[in-house]
């Protein structure tokens, strides 16, 4: 006697059908929420385009739709039925934070006679600084990307507020990727982050290198045209010299 055989597990569909009626039965109210927040920005920046108040208080009320966003979307996470439109609303406020720094430079500092290096320093560290603890805080992992895009918008930045000749940003840069092929194996981040570090490091020293050289042979051949342009007139001027009467 042997025991009968169990039953064969059902094979899989070879493909899902998405039923988007049903879907969007059971999320009508997500929908209208999202779609919602996506107005209220859009409304924010219309608003604060055309209203007629002057710049400093345009920007004013730019910042505090901007902190309306984010205090949103940081409390609707505590409410389990509108729990996912909170990665919508602080996203949306995470978008308008370096653009609240544009606004302020448009419409007073730019006036004030204020570099505008000073500024993009001050909204890159900024951002970055807003953009780290989201990511860190589990608000959503690919907060890391434009955090790095902020972080290497401020060592520009730096950069350019120390002046530096367009031909020496590549050793900035070849600084900066030295640096994070130093650091990644001791940031304190999961593997594969730390092998995202450490490829965009070489991938940066190898880019700012080829600038530099690029700017090397720039330089060059400028001061080569110079050289061949200021030969013939010396030449000239020694030879008017020698034929003037003593």
Known sequence: FRPPRPAAPPKPPGHVRLDLRNWAAR????????L????????????VSYTGSGGGAKSALFGLYTLLFLVLGIQLRKWER?????????????????????AI?????????????YVWLAGSLSTAGLYSPLAWRDF???????????????????????HFASEWYG??????GAAGVAAAPRLPVPPRARGFVEGGSYALVSAALLRFDERVDAVAVRRRHRHAHL????FRQSVAGEAAPG
């Open 140 to 162: 959503g992992k690919f907060y890391w990307l434009p955090a790095a895009g902020a972080y290497l918008a401020a060592y520009a930045s730096l950069g350019a507020c120390l």
């Open 36 to 47: 919602g927040a996506f107005l209220l920005s859009i409304s924010a920046l219309i608003f």
């Open 105 to 117: 430079y448009t419409n007073v500092l730019r006036h004030e006679d204020v570099s505008r290096e």
């Open 171 to 176: 050793p900035w840069f070849v600084a900066l």
């Open 231 to 234: 030969a013939p007139q010396a």
């Open 82 to 102: 509108v729990q996912e439109a909170g990665p919508v609303f602080l996203g949306l406020g995470a978008v308008l934070v370096p653009l609240n720094f544009v």
């Open 27 to 34: 999320r009508q109210a997500d929908l209208v929420l999202y």
